[in-house]
């Protein structure tokens, strides 16, 4: 993690060419880039060295958070930058992580950023249970292989896994990519039997 005054931040070593723009994302995030959702938190699309950026934005955290994430543990973006790392080190999809960014005022934790690249895909989990889909038994028994052998067998517990959280792309011949995002909320831990099946049971589909 690089140190500056007031902020802190660590770049994926292979967009050192975009860290010029991953320092100034604190000054810039509120004023530029294209917001596609605001709520809790904000994530915005930027366009930086013929790169497609996806920065969240979370939001700032209660007074006791403030302590912990200037000094005692990592922020939501560090564990999603993290994280994501960890997922793509042994092949399960999540939008490639860029950087995290945190920022201190007066001494205490104030805002953070996590960027990654932007993912393309054609629709979501949410967009098929309790609906007519094409192709909807194929696709969620190839859902249901991600998660077990992507996921579970490689120690991922997801503690988030909601439909919105999983993306899909159609690829060709009837296969389909799958790819998890929101992923600050994790857990790297042995996945048996029933514990699986109940991480699975937060889509709530029969």
Known sequence: MILEKKMRYIINPDYLFVENFVKNLPHVFDNEGVS??????????????GLKLNVKSFKIPHLINKVAYAWL???????????????????????????CVETLKKGLFHRSYYVSIHHDYDFTIRDLIGFEFPDKNNILRQFAEYTYYKLHKNSIHHLDYSRGNILIKKLEDNKYQFSVVDINRMRFEKMPYMKGLKNFAQIWAS
């Open 73 to 99: 543990r990592g922020s939501k973006a560090k564990h999603s930058y993290e994280y994501a790392m960890k997922m793509i080190s042994v092949g399960a999809d999540t939008p490639e992580p860029v950087a």
């Open 36 to 49: 596609i959702y605001k709520g809790r938190n904000e994530i915005k699309i930027f366009e930086c060295e």
